[in-house]
């Protein structure tokens, strides 16, 4: 039987704008087994991680666990935790991090702060510094969320770890288990889908430098998708590839059809028409379900780089 994955790969479904959206991340260290909804079935107390999910809603900061690589990844309660929380949005990309052993200390953040970009309160609260290592690499391995993310997540997490990258964790959940292997990388953010272990070493290389890979890329959690697919599309026609270079300014419409204003730091604009597209044949969009159904797809149709100054009032 053919997993969502190959199903996916094999009829070349598009992989740009399909990133999870979150401008702010905030990460927990949980060791042992995962179940569907991490927060709420996993060694953490359910009843702070549903107070989690709570305090997060509509701040724009997106909750979730992790766990160092390894076959047996349940050791117990940790006495003490990693707790990590990024900004994504360019020009302004922060990664913080922490050691906690209280895990209930998280719900004293202010967590509309933190969505909009001020580390702060994190830092009083957590005794919060500046993450001086290697970017993040967060790897999707939640076999109970899709059994893509366990059978092809855990060995690219293992390898990475096991070659010296450093940096290397498992998450919970980062959306499109049909894009497994998928990775998320902080604190710029961008989401990858169908990575091996070379390609992974490449991104982080880059990331390290402050440049960003296109290639397998899906999108910037800073944006959502419609805006992820016309950053993507303005990266390959201008070949920029600075972290911080573009911004997503102005985003108009709605499904199926965006035009969407991308700016560079250097005063350059462009206009992206985005349209949402279904991908066929239907199919069990993961291998948790039966269902058939279409994905949504987010399809250029068109890129267009403003010279005027009336072009961008029109």
Same mark, same amino acid.
């Given at each position: 039987?053919?997993t969502?994955s190959?199903?996916s790969r094999d ?7 399909? =990133?999870a ?16 909804? %991490? ?5 953490l ?16 900061v997106?909750v979730?666990l ?6 047996? =990844? ?6 003490a935790?990693q707790?990590?929380?990024? +900004?994504t949005?360019?020009?302004?990309a ?5 050691t ?6 998280l719900?004293d953040?202010?967590?509309?702060a933190?969505g909009?970009?001020d580390?702060?309160?994190?830092? =009083? ?6 993450h001086?290592g290697?970017?993040? %690499?967060l ?10 993310c ?12 096991n070659?010296?990258v450093? #940096? ?6 980062? #959306?499109? +288990?049909?894009?497994?292997?998928t990775?998320l990388?902080l ?8 990575v091996?272990a070379?390609a992974?070493?490449?991104?982080? +290389? ?7 890979? @296109? ?5 910037s ?8 697919a %016309?950053?993507l599309?303005?990266? =390959?026609?201008?070949?920029e +590839?600075a %972290?911080?270079?573009?911004?997503v300014?102005?985003?108009e ?8 204003? @991308? ?15 279904a ?7 993961s291998c #948790?379900?039966?269902?058939l159904g ?14 005027r ?6």
């Open positions: 039987m053919s969502c190959t199903v009829l070349d479904e598009p992989i740009a704008g399909t =990133a959206t979150a401008r702010t991340w905030l990460l927990l260290e949980q060791p042992g087994p995962w179940g569907a909804h %991490a927060l709420t079935s996993s060694h107390d359910p009843v702070l991680g549903r107070a989690l999910e709570k305090a997060a809603k509509g701040t724009g997106r979730a992790i766990r160092r690589p390894g076959r047996h =990844a349940d050791c117990g309660t940790p006495s935790r707790v990590y929380v990024s +900004h949005a360019p020009g302004s922060w990664l913080r991090s922490a906690i052993r209280d895990p209930e200390r719900l953040l202010d967590f509309a933190l909009a970009g580390h702060r309160a994190f830092d =009083a609260a957590l005794d919060g510094q500046a001086t290697a970017p993040l %690499a790897v999707c391995t939640n076999g109970k969320r899709d059994r893509c366990a059978l092809l997540g855990r060995p690219l997490a293992a390898e990475l770890s070659s010296g450093e #940096g290397v964790w498992e998450v919970t959940h980062l #959306g499109g +288990h049909r894009f497994s292997p990775l990388v604190p710029y953010g961008y989401a990858y889908g169908r091996g070379h992974v070493k490449e991104i982080l +290389h880059s990331a390290q430098d402050g440049r960003i890979v @296109v290639a397998g890329c899906r999108g959690s800073a944006w959502e998708r419609p805006g992820q %016309a950053e599309a303005v990266r =390959a026609e201008a070949d +590839h %972290a911080d270079a573009l911004v300014v102005r985003t419409g709605a499904a199926p059809r965006w035009e969407v204003t @991308v700016a560079h730091v250097d005063g350059r604009h462009w206009r992206v028409v985005v349209a949402q597209g991908s066929l044949p239907p199919r069990a969009e #948790g379900t039966s269902v279409s994905p949504a797809r987010m399809d250029v149709m068109a890129v267009r780089e403003l010279t100054p009336s072009a961008l009032a029109s």
